[in-house]
């Protein structure tokens, strides 16, 4: 890709001027991508490939207008901050490795970025972490409005934890673990397994006006620090029209998931109150996928 494409990139995320391969720099990207796009697993439910190509990712993300996963929002992110001069570094990552172990390594990608003599994490592919890149300290927070930070485990690990009330609770992270084939490995296996839980729910996250939205599956909820708001939707129409006014995402392919939609919150929810959400993870589904994959 080239320097035109970069300037596409920042401009779709409202980036304007000189950006240097500096702090400020940094923080001015990583808060722009996270507050402007939207993320997203729509393709994988509708049974489209995801590729965790930066060129793929671009036109999707950039030239379409649309949203990604974390393969393709950090994948994306990432290559922008080495066209500006930064020094990346893709990680393998592993969300709720504490519940799931080591085999679960690579289902999440975290960005390494090392500045005038610090370590910084950068991640926009979470849906509802970070906003702006933590330095890797015990106890470091960001520009998130939740309670989260950062744990020193041993082994040279790391844990980041999610406010409790968001969706995944903490995802783990080691400098060392920088491996491009189990990333490969893990997004293909993920967006294929039946299991898996990209494959059983159709999620939704952006941060707009302060607050955090989500759309998964039926159940829309708004999160702010001091309150929470749930509704539900009602039809495959409303469902598109919520895709296009609270996320910004214009996927009228996206009516034909409503059928299965509603049937996995009628799985979950026959008999409790419709406005609980299904599991970002579910433990069980989680277990089953990664056991076939063993």
């Known amino acids: 890709m080239t ?10 995320i409202g980036v304007h001027g000189t ?10 990207v990583h808060r722009a991508h996270a507050e402007s796009l939207t993320y ?3 393709d994988v439910q509708l049974g489209v490939p995801v590729t965790r190509d930066a060129r793929a990712s671009f036109d999707k993300i950039v030239r379409r207008g649309r949203g990604g996963w974390c393969y393709e929002m950090n994948g994306l992110l990432g290559w922008a901050l080495e066209e500006i001069g930064f020094d990346v570094t893709r990680l393998a990552g592993a969300v709720m490795r504490g ?24 991640d926009v592919g979470f849906g509802d972490g970070l906003i702006e890149p933590v330095p890797l300290e015990e106890g470091a927070t960001n520009g998130n409005p939740f309670d989260c930070r950062l744990e020193r ?22 400098p060392d673990v920088a491996d491009e084939g189990l990333l490969e490995s893990l997004c293909q296996f993920l967006q294929r397994d039946p299991a898996s839980p990209f494959v059983q729910n159709a999620v939704v996250q952006r941060w707009k006006d302060g607050a955090h939205w989500s759309l998964r599956g039926r ?10 708001e749930k509704s539900l939707v009602a039809s495959a129409e409303e469902y598109v029209g919520t895709l296009k006014s609270a996320f910004n995402l214009d996927l009228p392919a996206a009516a ?34 990664f056991a076939r994959r063993e």
């Open 3 to 12: 320097s035109t494409d970069l300037q596409l990139y920042l401009d779709r």
């Open 99 to 122: 519940a799931f172990g080591d085999a679960i390594t690579g289902n999440h990608l975290v960005l390494l970025v090392r500045l005038e003599g610090k370590t910084l994490i950068g």
């Open 219 to 228: 159940v829309l909820r708004v999160l702010t620090p001091a309150c929470e």
């Open 153 to 174: 485990l041993s082994g040279g690990w790391w844990r980041y934890h999610n406010d409790p009330r968001t969706g995944g609770p903490s995802f783990d992270f080691n």
């Open 40 to 42: 997203e697993n729509l």
């Open 256 to 289: 034909s998931l409503w059928p299965k939609i509603c049937a996995r919150h009628e799985e979950f929810f026959a008999d409790k109150d419709p406005l609980n959400e299904a599991p970002a993870m579910s433990v069980d589904d989680v277990r089953a996928a």
């Open 19 to 28: 950006v240097r391969p500096d702090l400020d720099g940094l923080r001015r």
